[in-house]
């Protein structure tokens, strides 16, 4: 939690763990934050919700996106508390005429769910009648160039908070439980608006970059790694192809190690002949097109560093060998993605270790 040092010591931190927590599973990572004593949750839908509570996942658990009205008695059984999106949205839930938990968001320039902070007097009435019509217990927004430090990104993320600020000081005789803005991005070249009681972080709390220009407090490290084996050794002769399409082809003889992972586990397809694996300490260049379940990858230089490859011997996917380090971040940027992408890519069929 070196992060949140960042934030004044009431600042409290809502765990975003939407899409099974980034990759990295959602109940497990839930039980380890609930253990350090986080008791604010966020996921992106009902469904990622109702796994968390019947894991006896206590605490707030806020859904950020959309949920169909036809699931109002979930949200309400399980104790789970729902965005509003907008005025006819929130009408709908009033309607449904259960207790449902409420949090209104509020556009402040990202157009995509809110209601607009633009329009101040209608935005302050709206949460002003469902305050007394829903069981509201926070307003928040979400920024849209906050893992940018270039001066008019900057500006444009003061603009965003300013707003979100003039709606909260309208509303702030509510006494609304939850005032939030943060993301990981927001803390890095932004300052916390006073108003506000809580940060959401998802990326950094996984050791990842919200951006790959961001440079990150020191002391914060991934936290996932991804491993596999060597599954078949073998030495190939100049002018031989490797793979599907034949995109490679030897230049000499060379010493090729396969690999059973493959795009169905999520390793990036884009990386055939881009990529690279870590083993005893080297980079093993991907070698070929990454197949659906293997890939091939080049040990020549480790052989000839008078290094063994054998079958089950560790390769190391993301993460650390020897000095060598490779990150979701790096093999993000290595196809032009962001690290969110690798991490929540990697397919259920991986079997997660803690
Ligand atoms: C995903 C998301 C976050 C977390 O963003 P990070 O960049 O991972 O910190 C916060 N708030 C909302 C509304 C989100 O959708």
Redesign the pocket.
Known sequence: MIYSKLFAPSTEVMA?V?ADA?GHGAVEVCRKLMAIGVELF?V?NIDEAIELRKKDITGEILV?GYTSIECVDELYRYGITQTLLSEEYAEKIKNAGLDIKCQFAIDTGMNRIGLNAADENTCEEIIRKYADELNLNGI?T?LCVADSDSFENKEYTQKQVSLFETVAERVSDLKLRYIHCM???GGLFCKLPKITNCI?????MYGLK?DTSNILPDGIEPVLSWKSVVSMVKQISCGESIGYGRTFFAEKTMWIATIPTGYADGYRRDLSNKGYVLLHGYKAPIVGRICMDQMMVDVTVIKEAGQDVNVGDEVVLIGKSGEYQITADDMGEMIGTIG?EIVCGISKRVPRKY
Request: proline letters at 6%.
């Open positions: 975003v939407k980034y966020a992106s950020l928040f979400h993301n990981s991005a959401r972080l998802g990326i950094i919200p969110y």
